[in-house]
């Protein structure tokens, strides 16, 4: 994610700024130009409402460029001072979702992000591989092997199944659908109304708790036990995971409750603490209609 230019983008960028003639149905133009950009290096997530808002803010002003080209010198124009991956995200989504540029391939996202993928072992080994690389002038192959793809979790029998949860195919699948259907995008304003995105949703979810029930099975550890919001939770996760800035993954250790999760957040208005209220109540009341027999 280094600011790296073609020629003719240096002399682009030169002599661009953006205006409100370049959008259309682009409501929030003051807002965009004067809005006070995450950091390069700083950690970005969706679940935290600002960097939430701010992420949507600049997919709306790439997806209201009149023209491709016009997308093309606003993404390049942002890149000089918008967080990396918030970046990377909000033009993933933009080129999606935009008719004129739909079928573009994007760069697989453990390419782009590989922290997200690779603990800090292997992201270790691969960074001295491309300085010997580079000290060499050649090509040198990094063989990564089971142990060091473990992501310390071999604590318990949980960690039997890594192959399947850590799986890297698996977890790109996932987050490209969070990219094509991304939970906060309005259905009527970008033309997703009638794609049945809670069914698409819901159908994606039991494939994988089929399959992870499957894998469970093989491995003689039973069916996935059902979410209990007040007993402790039996296994910890702790994925050895850094974030590009060298911030640690956070862990959850062994015997935490949801409630503690909650309790423990950053933010009691961000989107983990929202989301835990939201889906313990609907439990309840789910419940409370079964038991009523209504």
Known sequence: F????????????????????????????????????????????????????????LFKALYYTKTVDGMYKLAAWSKQFVNERMWSYSVSVALIHRPETFGIILPPHYEMNPNFYFNSEVITKMEQSR???NAKSKNVDVVVNDIVLERYTNFDTEHLLRYFTEDIGLNLCYHSYSIFYPLWMDGDEFRLKLDHRGEIFYYILFQLVARYNVERLSNGLGEVAAIDFTSPLDFGYYPGLTYPNGVPFPSRPEGVRLSEVRKNSLSRNNNLTNSYIRLRDSAFRIQNVIDLGR
């Open 2 to 57: 280094k600011n790296e230019y073609l020629p003719e983008d240096q002399q682009l960028l030169s002599h661009f700024a953006p205006n409100e003639n370049l959008f259309k149905n682009f409501t929030k133009f003051s807002t965009f130009v004067d809005e006070k950009w995450l950091k390069k290096g700083e950690i970005f997530s969706l679940l935290h409402q600002p960097h939430l808002e701010q992420a949507t803010l």
């Open 131 to 133: 300085n010997e690389c």
